[in-house]
């Protein structure tokens, strides 16, 4: 069976500093994983696609098959990035996506 | 555009009342999903559909029931309420199969007291 574990329920920072959200995955296929954020009282939207390789607001995600993660990560924590950060894991079958418990982030100034 | 409407915004309900949440989508997207939120569990997923008319159960489908009869509309019917239902639902869609990413709605509370 797919599972998603994000370690860390709480993740506090000061501004400036470097952020590592931890995500660990366990899937028997080819993973596609992605994160989503939820800011306050906003909706949960797309961060990045492990697949699209990309960098957005800062942060990079690099899919380690070998460990089965996917850790978020930014170099310099701005206030703005403080929010609810969620792995998920795109199942094949059934094309749904599997989330983690979520890690909120708190960047102090 | 508005993406992905869901309704109500807040209810609360009483143990063994009905209700319909109103999951809607503009976008043309032909995937549709229903999550619920508990506090740090993250997302579960109840129900999803892969087309007008095709449905199918999720991971916690139990309690709950829903239709697709059109691609824009996928409600979700809580027939008899239980204390257990208290959750943040959120509905999501997708054009592909997931891998352009959800589209979410803003979320449904429900309180069942």
């Known amino acids: 069976a797919q599972r998603v574990t994000q370690p860390e329920k709480l993740l506090s920072v000061f501004k400036g500093a470097p952020v590592e959200l931890k995500c660990n995955y366990s899937?028997?296929?080819?993973?596609?994983l992605f994160w989503y954020v939820q800011y306050s009282r906003q909706r949960l939207q797309l961060l990045l696609r492990?697949?699209s390789r990309e960098s957005i607001k800062g942060f990079t995600a690099d899919l380690n098959k070998g460990e089965t993660s996917f850790h978020l990560k930014k170099p310099f924590a701005q206030e703005e990035d403080s929010a609810m950060y969620y792995c998920?894991?795109?199942?094949?079958?059934?094309?749904?996506?599997?989330f983690g418990g979520g890690t909120r982030l708190m960047v102090k100034p | 555009n508005a993406g992905v409407t869901q309704t109500p915004k807040f209810r609360i309900l009483k143990i063994g009342q009905s209700m319909t949440l109103q999951c809607t989508q503009d976008?043309?997207?032909?995937?549709m999903y229903w999550y619920r939120q508990d506090p740090g569990m993250g997302l579960k997923l109840i129900y999803y559909?892969?087309?007008?008319?095709?449905?199918d159960k999720g991971e916690v489908p139990n309690g709950y029931n829903v239709s697709r009869s059109t691609t824009e509309d996928f409600p979700l019917r809580l027939e008899l309420a239980a204390p257990s239902q208290t959750s943040v639902y959120f509905c999501?869609?997708?054009?592909?199969?997931?891998?352009?990413?959800?589209?979410f709605g803003s979320g449904t509370r429900l309180t069942v007291v």
């Open positions: 999501a869609s997708s054009y592909s199969n997931g891998h352009d990413g959800y589209t």
């Open positions: 899937y028997s296929g080819s993973p596609e």
């Open positions: 492990h697949i």
């Open positions: 998920a894991l795109l199942r094949n079958a059934g094309n749904m996506l599997t």
């Open positions: 976008m043309n997207h032909n995937y």
């Open positions: 559909s892969v087309g007008a008319g095709i449905t």
